[in-house]
């Protein structure tokens, strides 16, 4: 999460509980697509597509 933020800005509530609700292999995946995140839609794009 602090990376998420780093990266991203504030992350709002939704977007918290819809990434702590990820399986496993999902949450890896997003480690490694959150290196490639520039802004907050980068996120969102990742969550709509996960």
Known sequence: MR????RCG???PSQEARIRALPLPQLEALAEALLD???AADLEAW???S
Do not use: C, V
Not at 3 to 6: C, F, K, W
């Open 3 to 6: 990376l998420l933020q780093g």
């Open 10 to 12: 504030g992350l709002t």
């Open 37 to 39: 995140f520039q802004a």
């Open 47 to 49: 969550l709509a597509t």
